[in-house]
């Protein structure tokens, strides 16, 4: 746990007047039960799948191991196009336990135990990125009413628990494939970047690269990109102003235009970009010392492209890199259908008249209705252009009934109409996914003065120029040289509507359609990483010191009613919902898995096993 989360605690227990050993005890209590289902849960599905032997692709992951086992680092399987990472882990894990000699063959289970240690440390390291997130996203501020209670703790550990249970991920702990070693990489490289250890994630980010090509969009263009937002100014100019209002007062004043996501409409976005790149462009000289680290990124992975004559290692015919703006589609009803238990509030909102609504969930914003005609129309007619041209659907994808997705581009091509009838599911899946990031729509109103922050678009800020912008006294210090830990590039002030600013949504987007749309066949694996990002940043409905208070007073007398407070009163219960919902996809995959097998006609006696 980092310095700064423990001073934090050590605040927050000390302002409930709970001795603050007690209370770090409770935690550790908490954190250790969640844990304990994890692993048991991890090491059940462990062994349900050592009982099936090894898979079509992951035969050729074994196969390229057992080369690597006996010393034959030269010699590379003509099937497999993504880096030896897993592997040389394999090696080093392997022969740590003795277990791995000089052999000719070495037992499929003996490297699935690679992934399953992989799974073990990957909650630790969710932990640890989610809680320098929510450090930061408190600003470390010492207000009594400005604190988060105990149980926002602990719905953070559920929230780490979650994650990890997240279906497409935990089919793959207990095989022998490249995503799970791929994520805790990435995940070591967000935890060095928001610790600022340049050095350590540095050699992070390149050793993400040894697991998955698509890695470097993650640790070197969307870090990259964060690092630019948080170490230029933020303001918002006073007044009414155009985009090139915004462009122009950008360059003057130096400060990046940057609002709430949940003050923002479309316009606001197109203003953002603007502005970032006028800011970035005048403060170029400023910004590079600290895009050293991202540059050197770019700079060994672009070697390993001209050294190989391509992005993939192997079966380049089969992978050739293609534009497909249609994964752009695709990956938000993969969103929705996993996370509606966390999105569902949105929805509701969106469609259902604010008297049928129960009164916990309704809200008197209109910010969280659907977009305004003017946004839905040329949107959805961009989104209907991309399917109508750009709809790749490689020979794999309708060749292989092994996976679900086969049965989802069945369904979309078992009528012409059905794929553009999909694009207004698509439309709403993509406006609930990026709402969710500006926090949740039941929120109290704010003071007259946080109303005044909100418009001002600053933490803290000092008043500028008559006219010009407001902006960060922290951001500023920065840029005066002091050493001072920033937060993450967009977190809103913990005084106002939770949530994060539309860089947030932004650098996201652009990361995810880099990481996706060079990909002609589509697989719900691709888009692990990006609902991974996406679901770290999504904001928990924290109540104040205040109200926190005034939950601990008011005590359940009744069964009935701690339960209620267990489960929804006290405690956010879209997470209860998402992991119920997580447990059963879980359980309803693996038992397809093991209990559903089939043969093809051309392979007789030979098991074919439904997956991810």
């Known amino acids: 746990m980092s310095e700064g989360i423990l001073e934090l605690g050590d605040e927050i227990l000390r302002v409930q007047g709970r001795p603050a050993q007690e209370r770090r005890r409770q935690r ?28 079509a692709d992951e035969f050729f992951h074994v196969q390229q191991a057992e080369l ?38 070495v037992h499929v289970a003996d490297l699935r135990r690679t992934n399953v240690a992989a799974a073990g440390l990957l909650p630790f390291h969710v932990w640890s990125v989610l809680h320098e997130i929510v450090a930061w996203y ?81 640790v070197a263009i969307y870090l990259g990109a964060s690092e630019v937002v948080r170490r230029l100014k933020r303001g918002r100019p006073e007044g009414v102003f155009t985009v090139l209002d915004v462009v122009e007062a950008s360059w003057q004043n130096s400060c990046v235009y940057n609002p709430l996501i949940s003050q923002a409409f479309l316009e606001d976005y197109i203003k953002f970009g603007l502005s970032l790149l006028s800011v970035s462009v005048k403060e170029i000289y400023q910004l590079f010392p600290h ?94 252009l991309i399917v109508h041209f750009n ?72 008043p500028g120029r008559a006219g010009a912008y407001r902006d960060n006294p922290r951001q500023t210090e920065l840029r005066r040289g002091n ?23 932004v650098i996201w987007l652009v990361a995810t359609a880099l990481s996706v749309v060079t990909a002609p066949l589509v697989e719900p694996r691709y888009f692990i990483i990006p609902w991974l990002v996406w679901r770290l940043h999504m904001p928990s409905p924290w109540p104040t010191g205040e109200d926190a208070a005034r939950k601990r007073k008011k005590r359940a007398r009744t069964l009935g009613a701690r339960i209620k407070a267990v489960f929804y009163g006290k405690h956010d219960h879209r997470l209860w919902l998402e992991t119920a919902w997580f447990l059963f996809v879980n359980w309803a995959v693996g038992y397809v898995f093991l209990h559903r097998g089939f043969e093809w006609p051309q392979e007789k006696g030979k098991v074919q096993r439904f997956m991810w």
């Open 28 to 55: 550790r209590r908490h954190q250790q039960l969640m844990l304990a289902l994890y692993l048991a849960m991890l090491e059940s599905t462990y062994t349900a799948w050592a009982l099936v032997a090894g898979l």
């Open 68 to 105: 690597y086992l006996q010393g034959r680092f030269t010699e590379w399987h003509p099937k497999i196009t993504t880096p030896p990472g897993l592997y040389l882990i394999s090696v080093i894990y392997l022969g740590f336990l003795s277990v791995s000699r000089i052999i000719d063959k």
């Open 138 to 218: 408190h600003g470390f501020h010492t207000e009594n009413d400005m604190l988060p209670s105990m149980w926002s703790m602990i719905e953070l550990n559920h929230a780490v628990l979650n994650i990890c249970l997240f279906p497409p991920l935990f089919f793959f702990y207990g095989l022998y494939y490249t995503d799970v070693w791929s994520v805790l990489a990435v995940l070591t490289t967000f935890q060095f970047y928001y610790r600022n250890w340049n050095k350590p994630m540095l050699a992070a980010g390149m050793a993400s690269l040894l697991f998955r090509q698509t890695n470097i969009f993650w």
């Open 291 to 384: 895009l050293k680290p991202y540059f050197g990124i770019l700079a060994a992975f672009g070697f390993f492209v001209l050294r190989n004559g391509g992005v993939v290692l192997g079966d380049k015919e089969n992978h050739v890199a293609s534009i497909h703006l249609a994964q752009i589609l695709y990956i938000w009803p993969y969103i929705m259908f996993f996370s509606f238990p966390i999105l569902y509030p949105y929805i509701l909102q969106a469609f259902v008249p604010q008297k049928y609504i129960p009164p916990p969930l309704r809200s008197g914003s209109t910010r969280h209705q659907l977009p305004r005609l003017v946004v839905a129309i040329p949107v959805m007619a961009a989104m209907l």
């Open 391 to 462: 709809t790749i659907v490689h020979p794999f994808t309708l060749a292989d009934n092994r996976h679900y997705t086969f049965y989802v581009f069945r369904l979309l091509f078992r009528h012409p109409s059905i794929k553009y009838l999909a694009v207004p599911i698509y439309f709403i899946c993509a406006w609930a996914a990026i709402t969710g990031l500006g926090g949740l729509p039941i929120v109290q109103p704010p003071t007259n003065s946080q109303a005044n922050l909100l418009q001002s678009g600053v933490d803290r800020g000092n």
């Open 483 to 505: 050493r001072v830990r920033l937060p993450p590039a967009s977190y809103s002030n913990p005084h106002m509507q939770p949530g994060h600013r539309v860089s947030t949504a």
